[in-house]
């Protein structure tokens, strides 16, 4: 027997055979080659690069006629993209000319290309390689990103896989580059021309390292042991060094030294700043010595090129010729270091032929030879190291900082015979299958394999080397997926090993195995060849010539030598010119590996896996966890020849072939047990067995077999006959041995004998592991008969009743057991953690569900995770141990392999069952999320064995009602919340959404498609709005009032006495009003569709006409502006076009994908649409777009000097940067405000529009910040008084206003603690701005300035209170704004005499009002009262009274009058700042009424004393109030108003009010009904610029207020809409909510039902938001823990995932819940409705799993009469299931069911699902989770199994096997007293009795001498102790006191 384990060369079959030629070879011949592209684009190509465009050309056409065929080169990798369905796949480099092809192939889907690049000279090398990016959060790591390195020969292109790309120029020529962990490696390329520069310095480094491709490229530094003589960090300058392999995990790189012949391993990382310092210092330190250092010098060449660049440089000449292709690119120094610009950006940099330098610095700038092709490259040198000493000695001296170092980690030791050239030509890491790793290199010229074998220690960075051994080899190449390698051995053959251990041969098919052909082993003579007969084919004919006896006699192998053979006799050889040899491996990705032949062709083979099926795989596990290493070594590559054989077995019979070679490795003889017998009949013998056992011991060898199944004729004839045949011969021996009465025993030398018992007990372990999982258990019963096998010998008896108890009639089977001597028993190395008690998983989990006390269950790490997992859930959930998940020990041991026998087993930590468990939410939740982090999935769930699982379930479905809305992905996918899980996801409506059409409008009028497209607001949500309004069309109407991009209606009717002329003229002014208002439109349109639109990158946006034209009834004529009869002011649309512009770019939404390049796309050709282009920046910026404008495109804008471009793109990116004080935009905005530039700069001439605009931005940029030096400014320029020409005269009052409102955001909400500012005293200023008085003298520095006094206007020494007091006013309410301070409230308050009310403007009371009630905010109540409060005294009378007493005549009745109305308006105003967005509804009743009043006043025929004007103004006012209060609500009052307000054209209604009022309608319908106003700091000060009280009077308007800044209210608009989206159709939907109001001063906390879609309040006030039952599944989000969660839902589109619970019908659908399916069944409780017709499943769930299991299992069918009871209980379980909301509960209740039948008809074979019905049962009765759901929100039900099928079942399991015992209770009796049992007795309900009523085995019952007992309490005492519970003993009671009883009653008598 012993033979079998000393055959040497085994062999295995590679599979898959393909001829391989690398993809990208046949794509480059379809591929247009370099010379097309060059012509095609004759001039711009050749520009880019060459300095001389027509050399460039003609050079590059010679290059191609020259290099016909260029050489070619590829490199495989394994596929690693995540999004792509493919799993495993193939990526190709391949590089052949200029040409670099990238491509994809896997075994589904043949090659294709998935990028190819063609660069402009040849490629050199080209290499994958990740660079890391530091993200811009804070909390994520870095982000790798994946790309293709070109290197050609002076700059290397980085194209990455999110499609950037870059250009690195490269400063010296590179010979290879290296792709490391933390970026590329590059390595200088030593030139014999560096020895005259060297001389009188140190050399130059020779190893750099480029982190990213914006880095500078830095030398890297390496830090030596104390091998060398000097320790410590330097340059890596030597330039003997090479590097021969990088590798990324672990970061190694090898190098060879050259002079020294030997390799050596380096550690490479980051550098540390020890080690940075200690460079530069050594560098300073030996500077003046040498004169010229090698750091310095470095640093002159790479940052100080001056000399070297400048075009009249001698050498500039010389260099052209050769180097006219070079890239031009920026030299080093010039490039900047912005990674955030565009990339754009950085390509036009990189190509610019503008800042070209010229190509000499690019390339050699470290070596200093000048390839060129004149003869006078010589004579440069001495020129060229004189220049060089001028520069190196310059000033910039700074030395560049190294980035990385590489740290000494083993050298090999040098051999004494040294060869010279013995660099290793392949370097690779491997490991074994035992898991070491090996680090291998190939030194060719030794024909030498060299293994170092390295651990990892606790130091990542510090590998430490062990050994090293040598293969002898041509060619070896790493399998990672089998954890072997192939190695090309010196004789031709293909070997596989495994670490260093040698695994087999390996033979491919066509391919003459070199063991016939050359080898060193011939075969013997006595090999049987000449007995098959064989068809004459020629190759038999080789062979028999190969056979003759003139052959060369065979050389025995001898293990590591190198045999030279004869060659003449390889030339002779016949075969050698017929079949060619394997002359190279390249290529390997996973277990594939490419052959190269001797004739050039290349074949593709794949060498087979371990194991396939999953059972053997993990039994492999088990057994390599527990052995020693090197004998697990030895098992796994036995198995592996035997399973791989050339014809090996198919899938299924793997696993006899694995017992019979595991069986036989630990001693058995296979053939002599009857179930291992029948297995070999099963699987023809493996080859590698059957004819070792079938010849006599000595004759033969190894040779005879390979030789017979390397031969041709073997490959003909079909392998399986001939395998056939010789197994059966095999095993057939006289049938008269069997039943001789021979003991089996085993072979005490085989391999695995000593470690059977560890062995046993793993493979237990493992089959406990796979009763635990439903796809696995078939496995566990094949496992189960080799266990069986086991126990039986080892003696273990509880082990094999344990197997009979799971497999009854199975186990019933087997009888022989062999005779283990007790000597040999003894020599066995029994492990401790093998125990008399079988480990039973299943009884474990019982005891938890009774209460008992829980030993640690073993397990074996990374092998039983399933166990590990279930156990530990039980422990958390059902023990109620919080910290068992993380303290595993007391319910887990881990089984080690190298444990000893421990004395004393330490006491068991006790569980006592009584311990009061805490509250049940928690404890399922935590169960829940515990179970998601380990990665567990529904899917899984469902593998778990219906028992088992149910615990797990019950905590799902409690944590399915209750679930947190913070709860991660998995967490939401496991309990089974498809709309959290959703949520999670962050999947946004839009998305799965055209962007242009949104579905048909609900517009009646019937329009063309042409009109549809051009309003501009097509692109609000439908589905959206149609749910929020969903009784009327206010949305049409809307938009009918906002459009204006078809012309109006001009009716001017045709009285008979005017002429046509005039009737002309008449139609055209009417027509001019009317464009007063149309101009207007687009300010509110904007709001109207503010961020509605996802913009696609390859369409401009599109923006709406502004359509001033007319048509006039009834012949729908045109009506134009332009005919010349009537006077049109210049300039009108300027502004108005602006706006329109605004309005189309707000559309955009923030999330949008917007680019650089997109924004520069949009640039309107004509130079008429340049306002709405400037318009359209604006707006970019304040959507957040404008910081992706490259800054090289904002100054190209500014520099334009466009006055509107300037305006937009200085408000857009000041609003885009908003209070972030970024240093670049301050500069932008400077240099167009004089007061910010020094004294003596120049004056610019900066129009004063941009001035106020700039002014603005610095408000916004610096909001809140408190900076001082610009509130110092800003104060200053609130008062500048105009100066000398015309400077500052005119719109003086928008530039103070802008001055004061930047002053107030600066300072925004600072109140009194303006830190540092208390000297500039701005409050009292800014009061002396607003009342007037003597100005102060100019302090700073702008007092030069405003010396000379204005020649246009006498001001005098006194403040123009005209010009400053508003922007004084609204800055004292921006710093001061809810601060409540009412001492400078104080000073705002109206004058209440008549003296005072004289000296200032109506209009000034409105903000002084205004400004008052937002510093008093708290006491701004939304009622009338209040409202009047306001009013002095003395108006307050005189208005009231004014009717009945005459006024007194010192009294202005109209001042007064003018004064209440717009004192009222300012307390409009304040309530609708007060109450922003919240439609309150007090505060609307309250501004209601003012309206209407106003209204009224205007539409009032008597005149009025306070003048249209005003009463106009203070209408708009309150209007923009309303709406403000209303903003997003669309309330149908307020439209009326704006639409009543829209209707009037005539009279005093200006541009102003018109802008005014559809202002007042865009806030109403803000974002088409989803956003609303905000009420923070900020909000406040962006709606104050904008609704600045004063509107201007036309449409060129700009002297008091800036109308741009009217956008600015955007910047308050904040998300505040929830739309309930249902998960499974992802249509919106209503949904009702409980939103919970935080308590506060004025109210409690109170809860508020609100139908959603809804808009929310603002978040600060909220405590919680809860989605209400009964339709939907409840949800809550708690606001109170933090709002970052819940502001995320609303900014995606406020979509929340909701999901109708099953039978429910939407809202939308059903309003009242009448057609509800529950609905009837609460009625009428007859039994009727339970079985419901199995039509109506659909309407209560859309799985097509179940509604497929009404229609098969509930519906009665011909065939299915008879099992009408069936149907009604499956149609009940279903709809007990479905109503219940946990259909995943069918198929258990379907289990339970069947479980009970089979019982009832007694066919139990196994007892499988009777131990889960067990398990369920007591779930149900355990008292923990009694008490638990007594105390839990669940009073509807109990435990997930509905009440009265539990019962039922129990009752008729009971049943059944008591029917049994009463007939059957011999047998019972029998067995508990330990009597073997009958042959013929049906032993399955035995088992099923003993599992149902959990009876311990038998030595538990005997030692507990129950068969003494007397009494039933004796009993009971006994059987407590032995965990058996009440209803089995009383069961057993009757058989145990029946014969005592009997003799007790006897004595009686």
């Known amino acids: 027997m012993s033979n079998v384990y000393e055959e040497r060369a085994t062999m295995i079959a590679a599979g898959e055979l393909q001829s391989f030629v690398p993809f990208g070879r046949e794509h480059c ?121 070109i290197v050609q020969n002076t700059c290397v292109n980085v194209h990455s896989m999110s499609g950037k790309d870059f250009i690195s120029p490269l ?19 030593i030139l014999t021309s560096d020895a005259p520069v060297s001389l009188h310095s140190e050399p130059l480094p020779t190893l750099f390292s480029m982190l990213h491709p914006l880095d500078e490229i830095a030398p890297v530094v390496s830090k030596s042991t104390a091998l060398f003589d000097m320790a410590g960090v330097q340059y890596v300058s030597d330039s003997t060094l090479k590097v021969v392999f990088s590798c990324l995990d672990p970061s190694i790189i090898m190098t060879y030294d050259t002079v020294q012949c030997t390799h050596t391993v380096w550690a490479l990382r980051k550098v540390t700043q020890e080690e940075r310092s200690m460079v530069l210092k050594c560098s300073e330190q030996g500077a003046p010595a040498q004169g010229l250092m090698a750091p310095s010098f470095l640093t002159s060449h790479l940052r100080n090129v001056s000399l070297l660049d400048s075009p009249t440089s001698t050498m500039h000449h010389h260099a052209l010729p050769n180097q006219r292709r070079l890239a031009s690119s920026p030299s080093m120094h010039s490039r900047a270091h912005s990674p955030n610009i565009s990339n754009m950006a950085a390509l036009s940099r990189a190509h610019s032929p503008g800042i070209a330098t010229p190509s000499f610095s690019g390339n050699q700038r470290f070596n200093m030879s000048c390839h060129s092709p004149c003869s006078r490259g010589q004579s440069l040198l001495a020129s060229l190291n004189s220049t060089l000493n001028e520069t190196a000695l310059g000033p910039e001296m700074e030395p560049i900082l190294p980035d990385l170092c590489i740290e000494h980690l083993w050298t090999e030791t040098a051999t004494t015979q040294r060869e010279k050239s013995c660099q290793a030509s392949k370097v690779f890491i491997t490991s074994d299958l035992c898991e070491n790793k090996y680090l291998c290199f190939l030194v060719e010229s030794h024909q030498q394999l060299r293994c170092v074998k390295f651990l990892e220690s606790n130091d990542p960075s510090q590998l430490i080397f062990v050994s090293v051994a040598t293969i002898s080899a041509k060619d070896a190449a790493p399998l990672e997926d089998i954890d072997a390698m192939l190695v090309l051995e010196t004789n031709g053959s293909l070997v596989l090993y495994t670490g260093v251990t040698r695994v087999s041969k390996v033979f491919v098919h066509g391919l003459l195995s070199p063991t016939i052909s050359l080898s060193n082993q011939m075969p013997q003579r006595n090999t049987p060849l000449e007995n098959v007969s064989t068809p004459a084919t020629a190759a038999v004919k080789h062979m028999s010539r190969l056979e003759e006896p003139g052959m060369p006699s065979p050389v025995p192998e001898v293990r590591g030598s190198v045999l030279h053979h004869d060659s003449s006799w390889l030339e002779d050889c016949p075969f050698q010119q017929a079949v060619p040899h394997i002359h190279a491996l390249r290529d390997p990705v996973s277990n594939t590996v490419t052959l190269e032949l001797s004739s050039g062709s290349m074949l593709r083979i794949t060498i087979p896996e371990v194991a396939t099926s999953e059972l053997v795989k993990r039994c492999l596990q088990a057994i390599r966890f527990i052995l020693p290493k090197d004998t697990a070594m030895k098992v796994l590559v036995k198995w592996y020849n035997i399973y791989n054989a050339p014809g090996g077995p198919s ?97 005490p030398s085989a391999l695995l004998f000593q470690h059977i018992p560890a062995l046993f007990y793993v493979l237990h372990l493992l089959y406990e592991d796979l009763k635990l999982d439903d796809l696995q258990r078939g496995g566990a019963r094949d496992l189960v008969g080799l266990l069986q096998q086991l126990a039986r010998d080892l003696q273990l008896e509880e082990y094999i009743d344990l197997y009979w108890r799971d497999y009854p009639s199975f186990i019933k089977t087997f009888k022989e057991s062999c005779v283990i001597d007790q000597a040999l028993m003894e020599q066995m190395n029994w492990p ?65 392999a190298g444990q000893k026998k421990s004395l004393s087993e330490p006491a068991l930590r006790r569980q006592s069952s009584v311990k009061p468990t805490p509250p049940t939410g928690n404890l399922a939740e935590k169960l829940v999320v515990w179970l998601a982090s380990t990665g567990f999935t529904l899917k899984d769930l469902e593998s778990v064995p219906f028992g088992v699982a149910l615990p797990i379930r019950d905590a799902i479905y409690q944590c399915r009602e209750h679930p947190c809305s913070d709860w991660s992905e998995d967490v939401c996918a496991l309990i089974g919340r498809q709309d959290l899980t959703k949520q999670a996801h962050k999947v946004t409506l839009i998305k799965s959404k055209p962007t242009m059409s949104l579905g048909v409008p609900l517009d009646t009028p019937v329009t063309s498609e042409a009109d549809e497209e051009e309003d501009g607001m097509t692109d609000l949500h439908p589905d959206v709005t149609s749910l929020i309004w969903s009784q009327d069309l206010r949305v049409q109407e809307v938009r009918r009032l906002l459009q204006s991009s078809r012309p109006v209606r001009v009716n001017v009717p045709h009285l008979p006495e005017v002429s046509d002329h005039e009737y002309i003229e008449e139609k055209e002014n009417k027509l001019l009003q009317l464009c007063q208002r149309t101009m207007a439109l687009p300010v509110g349109r904007g709001l109207f569709t503010l961020f509605s639109y996802h913009p696609v990158p390859t369409e401009p946006l599109p923006v709406p006409k502004l359509n001033l034209t007319g048509r006039a009834p009834p012949r729908n004529t045109m009506v134009d502006l332009n005919s010349g009869n009537i006077d049109v002011p210049p300039n009108m649309t300027s502004w108005s076009s602006f706006h329109n512009g605004v309005a189309a770019g707000l559309k955009i939404a923030p999330a949008s994908q917007v680019e650089s390049a997109w924004i520069a796309y949009n640039k309107p050709k004509n130079a008429e649409l340049a306002n709405e282009y400037a318009g359209f920046l604006m707006a970019l910026g304040l ?409 201007p009077a036309h449409s060129t308007d700009n002297r008091y207020h800036l109308q741009a800044l009217r956008h600015l209210a955007v910047l308050a608009a904040e998300p505040r809409l929830l739309v309930p989206v249902d998960v499974d159709s992802l249509k919106p939907c209503y949904a009702l909510l409980d939103v919970t109001y935080k308590g506060t001063q004025w109210y409690e906390e109170t809860t508020v039902e609100m139908m959603a879609p809804t808009l929310l309040p603002e978040l600060h006030l909220l405590k919680e938001i809860k989605v209400k039952g009964p339709r939907y599944w409840e949800l809550t989000i708690d606001i109170s823990k933090g709002t970052q969660h819940f502001q995320s839902i609303l900014s995606r589109d406020g979509v929340l995932y909701v999901k109708l619970r099953s039978g429910q019908l939407p809202y939308k659908d059903d309003p009242r819940g009448w057609k509800s399916l529950l609905a009837p069944s609460v009625n009428n409780r007859n039994p009727e409705v339970r079985t419901f017709k199995p039509e109506a499943i659909s309407t209560f769930t859309s799985d097509p799993a179940l509604i497929s299991f009404a229609e098969y299992f509930c519906k009665a069918s011909d065939n299915m009469k008879h099992k009408q009871e069936t149907l009604s209980l499956f149609s009940s379980i279903l709809y007990e299931c479905v109503t219940q909301e946990n259909p995943e509960m069918l198929p258990t209740h379907i289990s339970i069911d069947q479980a009970v039948k089979q019982l009832d008809r007694g066919e139990m074979s196994e007892t499988f699902a009777l131990w889960q019905m067990k398990l369920v049962l007591e779930l149900c009765e355990s008292r923990v989770l009694q008490h638990r759901l007594s105390h839990t929100h669940r009073k509807r039900r109990g435990l997930l199994l509905s009440s009265e099928f539990l019962p039922v079942m129990k009752s008729s399991a009971d049943s059944a096997l008591d029917r049994w015992l009463c007939e059957n209770s011999h047998v019972l009796q029998a067995y508990m007293s330990g009597q073997p049992l009958d042959e013929d007795v049906d032993t399955n309900l035995l088992a099923c009795f003993l599992v149902y009523h959990s009876i311990p085995c038998l030595r538990k019952m005997l030692a507990a001498d129950l068969e003494g007992s007397l009494s039933f309490p004796e009993l009971l005492l006994k059987f407590s102790q032995l965990g058996v519970p009440v209803r089995a003993l009383l069961r057993l009671s009757p058989l145990l006191l029946g014969r005592g009883s009997a003799e007790a009653g006897q004595s009686a008598l």
């Open 171 to 189: 400063p010296f020529q590179v010979s290879t580059l290296w792709a490391t962990k933390f970026g590329l490696l590059l390595e200088r390329k």
């Open 1183 to 1591: 959507n957040g777009h404008l910081t992706k404008l490259a800054t090289l495109n904002i100054h190209d804008y500014l520099t334009k000097g466009h006055e509107m471009t300037s305006i937009g793109l200085l408000l857009g990116v000041s609003a885009a940067k908003l209070g972030t004080m970024d240093m670049s935009i301050t500069r932008l905005l400077s240099i167009h405000i004089p007061a910010l530039l020094p004294p003596t700069s120049t004056e610019l001439d900066v129009p004063h529009s941009v001035q106020v605009a700039a002014v603005v931005g610095i408000g916004l940029v610096y909001q809140g910040t408190g900076h001082r030096h610009n509130a110092e400014v800003l104060l200053a320029e609130i008062g500048r008084p105009p100066g000398p020409e015309m400077e500052y005269c005119t719109d003086r009052e928008s530039y103070s206003l802008a001055a004061g409102l930047a002053l107030g955001m600066v300072c925004l909400g600072h109140g009194s603690n303006l830190i540092g500012m208390s000297d500039l005293n701005v409050p009292e200023q800014l009061y002396q701005y607003m009342v007037g008085g003597h100005r102060r003298t100019h302090a700073g520095i702008n007092r030069e300035k405003h010396k000379s006094p204005s020649y246009q206007i006498k001001e005098g020494d006194t403040i123009n209170v005209d010009v400053t007091c508003p922007g004084a006013t609204l800055a004292l309410a921006m710093i001061y704004l809810k601060t409540n301070n009412r001492s400078i409230a104080d000073w705002l308050k109206a004058p209440d005499t008549m003296f005072l009310l004289d000296f200032i403007k109506p209009e000034f009371l409105l903000l002084r009002t205004l400004a008052r009630c937002l510093i008093m905010w708290d006491e701004i109540l939304p009622n009338s009262e209040w409202i009047d409060s306001n009013v002095p005294q003395i108006i307050q009378e005189n208005i009231r009274h004014q009717e009945e007493i005459p006024v007194s005549e010192d009294l202005n009745m109209e001042t007064l009058t003018q004064a209440h109305e717009y004192i009222i308006a300012g307390a409009c105003m304040a309530v609708g700042f007060r109450f922003a967005g919240s439609a309150n509804s007090d505060a609307f009743d309250c501004l209601y009424k003012i309206a209407r009043t106003f209204m009224v006043c205007l539409t009032s025929s008597t005149p009025n004393v306070t003048g249209h004007y005003n009463l106009q103004t203070c209408l708009s006012m309150v209007l923009l109030a309303l709406s403000m209060v209303m903003a997003g609500s669309g309330n149908l009052k307020v439209l009326q108003l704006c639409r009543l307000l829209h209707k009037r054209t005539s009279g005093e209604m200006n541009y102003g009010f018109h802008m005014a009022h559809h202002m007042a309608l865009g806030l109403l319908f803000l974002g088409g009904g989803r956003y609303t106003l905000s009420t923070s700091n900020s909000a406040i000060a962006a709606l104050l610029c904008a609704l600045y009280p004063h509107f």
């Open 651 to 747: 899938m299924h019979l793997e696993w006899n072939l694995f017992v019979t070679c595991f069986m036989t490795l630990m001693g058995y003889n296979t053939e002599r047990l009857t179930w291992t017998r029948n297995l070999h009949f099963e699987v023809p013998l493996s080859p590698v067995i059957a004819p070792k056992k079938a010849r006599p011991a000595d004759t033969g060898s190894d040779e005879d077999w390979e030789h017979l199944r390397g031969s041709d004729y073997h490959w003909q004839v079909s392998m399986h006959h001939v395998v056939g045949v010789l197994g059966l011969e095999a095993i057939a021996p006289p049938r008269g041995m069997e039943n001789s009465e021979t003991t089996l025993s085993l072979e």
């Open 832 to 896: 401790p953690f093998l125990t008399q008690e079988p480990p039973c998983v299943l009884s474990w989990l019982s005891w938890c569900l009774r209460g008992d006390e829980v030993p640690p269950f073993p397990y074996l790490p990374v092998i039983c995770e399933r166990t590990k997992l279930l156990v530990l859930s039980y422990a958390l959930y059902i023990v109620g141990d919080e910290n068992g998940v993380s303290d595993m020990s007391k319910y887990l041991r881990k089984v080690s």
């Open 29 to 149: 011949k379809n591929h247009p080659n370099a010379v097309n592209l060059q012509l095609r684009q004759l001039q711009p190509a050749s520009e880019l690069w060459s300095s001389d465009g027509a050399a460039g050309l003609v050079g590059s056409l010679q290059e191609v006629t020259l290099q016909e065929r260029e050489k070619e080169c590829w490199q495989l990798r394994k596929g690693s993209a995540v999004d792509t369905d493919e799993s495993e796949y193939e990526e190709e480099l391949y590089v052949a000319g200029n040409m670099v092809i990238w491509s994809h192939g896997s075994k589904s889907q043949s090659s294709h290309v998935y990028k190819a690049f063609t660069v402009d000279s040849p490629v050199q090398q080209a290499l994958w390689c990740n660079f890391s990016v530091p993200s811009s959060k804070k909390d994520e790591g870095e982000i790798v990103e994946q790309t293709v390195c």
